[in-house]
């Protein structure tokens, strides 16, 4: 079972930027499509960006587009999340994840989570 850890979490003034990380253990990193979600208090776990095995390819929430960018280092079993002009809006407890089954943008195709960091976000 992969373990998955987030760290880089914290409080910001809207309009800064954070940049999340995750580390995975195991073997198998590289093989999996890694997505990253976020749980506001009082709502559901929603998508936030997703990156391939390479690493090419990625997805974002229409939410986030253009502000967050997603990548991986795969010699190093790590996932990012930068976000850059950040709102009130996007806090709440930030989750990556390692994708197990076909829609990348559902949280049920994700088999192994990790325990969150916090994001908060000042107006």
């Known amino acids: 079972q992969v373990q998955l850890v987030e760290s880089g979490g914290g409080l910001v003034q809207a309009g800064g930027s954070l940049r999340l990380s995750c580390a995975a253990s195991?073997?198998?990193?590289?093989?999996?499509?890694m997505g990253w979600f976020r749980q506001a208090p009082g709502k559901e776990r929603e998508f936030v960006a997703a990156v391939s095995t390479s690493g090419s390819i990625t997805y974002y929430a229409d939410s986030v587009k253009g502000r967050f960018t997603v990548s991986r280092d795969n010699a190093k079993n790590m996932v990012y999340l930068q976000m850059d002009s950040l709102k009130p809006s996007d806090t709440g407890v930030y989750y990556c994840a390692r994708r197990e089954r076909i829609d990348i943008r559902e949280a049920r195709s994700y088999g192994s989570w990790g325990q969150g960091t916090q994001v908060t976000v000042s107006s």
């Open positions: 195991g073997r198998t990193f590289s093989s999996y499509t």
